[in-house]
């Protein structure tokens, strides 16, 4: 059963705590407060969860011909939604339910699961009529949704991912993985698509003289719930940490003795007005792919016109076996 009134407040001041710890952003979701969405291109709606039938009515009016839903069925339960009277109404009123769950503020879950929901998307609407739009939604429609639709005006649209996010932001606030699309572009056309390919070994050390524990938040665990804890080099008086880490771009925080901080000595990005840590991890020099995943993981990158006709003919052609 739905949460309501104070009790449905409550539920979602609980997943902005944790959506705000985990996506390191001020962003909050009101889900007492209704569906919420916006256009953000021609064939694109992205929003929150539809809740009941009435949305899927409110979509009809807007030309929708898809509801791409991307929650998991543990998204839903913590929400008490109910989705069988959604996907009914859908089906009564012409509009394909699409279901492609993707794993609430897991970066690496959504480079894995990114170029499969695109597939489907694209899929979707190259089979729907030419005047009808999809509505791509999570739950708070603030992270995998955007996400999803990003991705598409990158490898669909031939946007540039950088100015694709500008406008949207525009009109709807958000808060995407932009690394984990480029970094799953870079993927798709080294053909290991779904994978992460080979693992990197990597190295984050920091001088906190004094300090009795120091703890990392972000890189490739999210922002909440489990830290890499840094071991203390006695030779240097260093916090060091040693992790293997697949090719990518990784924002991050130190946690020194329970206060969060990011280190001015090391690289830096401001993030949606947060201040965060940040690395790049990349391939051998050598390696034949190194040049490609330096050039696309790059702000402004993006996949060249040989590269991009290489990704639309996978999006339109069948899925790469496993």
Known sequence: MMASGEDGAKVSDEYSKIMMGKMGSTLEYKHEAGMNYARVSPKLF?????????DVEVLHGEKVGIVFCLQEDKDMQHFGLDIEPIQKRAGELGIAHVREPIQDFDPLSLRKRLPGAVRRLAQELAARKEDESAYIHCTAGLGRAPGVALAYMFWSDGRCLDEAYRSMYEVRRCHPQLGMI?????DMLSGEEGGLGGLIPTRIEIVRDGALKVEIAGLD?????????????????KFVLNRDLPAGS??????????WQACTDLPTVVDNGNLNNVIDVVPDPSSPDAERRSRIMADGGRPNEEELAKIRARLLGAAPSV
């Open 46 to 54: 992205v929003g929150s969860c539809l809740q009941t039938a009435k």
């Open 182 to 186: 480029r970094a799953a572009t870079c």
């Open 221 to 237: 665990v999210g922002w909440k719930g489990h830290h890499l804890v840094l071991e203390k080099d006695s030779a240097t008086g």
């Open 250 to 259: 990784y924002q991050y925080k130190f946690i020194v003795d329970g206060e």
